[in-house]
């Protein structure tokens, strides 16, 4: 990603362009690192995304809708103070750093100022600062007194620029000539494309690798230490961002190998970015749902193993029956303070002896009266835990379904519902709410195919495959995987037939979006939407299903036919 001050010089060009004479009419904050400003130009409203991310700083116009956190952030609240309804006056690079400054004109009813906003776009150490007349209003990031930082970043202080590299300026053509003959004559054997894009990125302030391969390729012919300037400072403009097969992967401001031309700079960051970060957003809450759903998964299995080993206490139930009624028959043989006694076993195939242990203090009598507690008390047991061990195993079996549902989601959409069904378990705290109240949220459409004129939906989640069953027809075909957590598949028919290319086309789909999406020969099971039914107070996504029939597929999402 050159994110270099060679892209930035042609970045701040570009908004300069777009920005100047703007006014601000809204702030705000995303989350820590990241503004949002609404500004109206005159002829449109465009949005400006400042980030301090240390993998995807930024300042370029988005078109991308982001919720604002639920509660402005001190800095955002700070902005709005001072830059509500400013004038945009410039936007700069300052030297040929990884620096963006925005001049403001702000006015209020009793006075106006100059005001500067520094766009730091230094990895890690990414920030924004506000300043007026070189002092510190606040900044996005600040620093402790106690850090012992080079820099004071706290209201009041006066703003220090960043400590520059120990690196030449590309406009140094005498240092940068001086230091390449050094080098050459180091190395004692000429130098080849790499080692002097090495050399430029190790020796030239502003300049990524990719932007220092670049100059190399295109300065054949002519002095580096004279291309290099030129180049920073000349160098048009050609935005593109660079694909792999539909994913952007990386941005430039000159043209590469497998880049798609872009209108602007501003255009190609936002398409770059967007994509990078809705697949980081993606893996993360999917991780989280994941490591949720995990560790609902270990307290079952936990709880289920207590349970069994509990059943299988109880199991004595019927040795302590026997027990008893031996040592009731057999009363009058059994001397008071006996620790234990030998009796005809008259329950075993064989007969035999077995032996009962006594308790001292207790009369025979008493004795056989502690077996019957204890049978009676492991009988109750065994009623309570054979129907508790039956509900573990079906919470198992649900929590199975929601990781399988997790592990066949591929969009941020597949996500939601599954996300709201940890929330009703339980399992995540339901996400702090903006002041004003919550929108309203759309229901996620149902995965939809169309496969020779025919509808196919699939859902996504154990939420979607209830709502999935209730808006089905009686005679719609239903489709799940055999022995297999699956999305339920519905091929609407309206009243007709199906043929059997569309049932195993379903039925590819099905065995796709299943626990079985690696294998071979899934077992599909398919019938009627009548014959399939919804047990009372069951869990999500949970039915029973008759009259069925199965067919052996091989998974297949059958992305060509999604719509």
């Not at 140094?172 to 004559?185: A, E, M, P, S, T």
């Not at 002896?353 to 492991?378: C, D, G, M, W």
């Not at 020969?521 to 039914?533: A, E, L, T």
């Amino acid at each position: 990603m050159p994110q270099d001050a060679f892209h930035i010089r042609r970045l701040a060009a570009e908004l300069n362009t777009f920005l100047v004479h703007g006014k601000i009419n809204r702030i705000s904050q995303v989350n820590k690192d990241e503004l949002t400003f609404i500004i109206y130009t005159g002829k449109s409203t465009v949005k400006l995304i400042l980030s301090a991310n240390a993998s995807n700083a930024r300042v370029c116009l988005s078109l991308v809708e982001k919720e604002p956190a639920p509660i402005a952030p001190n800095f955002c609240m700070l902005l709005r103070k001072h830059l509500q309804n400013a004038e945009i006056l410039e936007v700069r690079q300052y030297a040929f750093e990884r620096i963006i400054e925005i001049d403001l004109h702000c006015t209020t009813d009793f006075s106006e100022s100059k005001r500067t906003l520094h766009c730091e776009l230094m990895g890690k150490y990414s920030n924004v600062i506000l300043t007026e007349n070189g002092v510190i209003l606040g900044a996005l990031k600040t620093t402790a007194l106690e850090d012992n930082s080079h820099r004071v970043l706290l209201a009041g202080a006066k703003y220090q620029y960043p400590a520059p590299q120990d690196k030449l300026s590309p406009f140094d053509k005498d240092g940068l000539r001086l230091r390449l003959q050094n080098y050459l004559q180091m190395r004692g054997t000429p130098a080849e494309t790499e080692d002097l894009t090495s050399f430029l990125f190790e020796n030239v302030a502003g300049l990524a690798l990719s932007t220092a391969r670049e100059i190399v390729k295109r300065a054949a012919g002519v002095p580096l230490w004279e291309f290099v300037g030129a180049f920073c400072e000349n160098e048009p403009c050609a935005a593109c961002v660079q694909m792999l097969g539909s994913a952007a992967v990386d941005f430039f401001a000159f043209p590469v190998e497998g880049g798609v031309e872009m209108p602007s700079l501003c255009k190609a960051e936002d398409e770059f970015f967007t994509a990078r970060e809705s697949a980081k957003g993606f893996a993360d809450k999917k991780r989280k749902l994941e490591n949720a759903a995990r560790a609902l998964k270990k307290k079952q299995t936990k709880r289920m193993q207590d349970v069994l080993e509990r059943l299988q206490e109880s199991n004595k139930a019927e040795e302590y029956r026997i027990k008893g009624e031996l040592l009731t028959a057999n009363l009058y043989r059994i001397e008071r303070g006996a620790r234990s006694v030998e009796l005809e076993n008259w329950y075993a195939e064989n007969g035999g002896v077995i032996k009962i242990l006594l308790e001292t203090t207790l009369s025979p009598s008493k004795n056989a009266q502690r077996y019957f507690k204890l049978y009676n008390k492991h009988k109750r047991a065994r009623e309570v835990l054979v129907p508790m061990l039956e509900k573990e195993r079906r919470d198992a079996e649900y929590t199975d379904s929601v990781l399988s549902a997790i592990a066949a989601s591929e969009t941020a959409d597949d996500l939601k519902e599954i996300e709201t069904e940890l929330i009703g378990l339980g399992l995540l705290r339901l996400p702090a709410q903006r002041v004003g109240g919550k929108k309203k949220e759309t229901e996620i459409p149902f995965r939809e195919y169309e496969f020779m004129g025919v509808k196919i939906y699939a859902g996504r989640n154990n939420l979607q495959n209830d709502r999935l069953l209730r808006v089905a027809a009686a005679e719609d075909v239903w489709l799940h995987t055999q022995k297999y957590h699956s999305s339920h598949v519905i091929i609407a028919v309206g009243g007709g037939q199906v043929c059997d290319e569309v049932l195993l086309f379903a039925a590819e789909i099905c065995a796709y979006y299943s626990d079985g999406r690696d294998g071979d020969k899934i077992p599909v099971d398919y019938c009627k939407r009548k014959f399939v039914k919804k047990p009372n107070k069951s869990k999500a996504g949970f039915v029973t299903y008759t009259d069925y029939k199965t067919v052996l597929v091989t998974p297949n999402p059958h992305r060509e036919a999604l719509k």
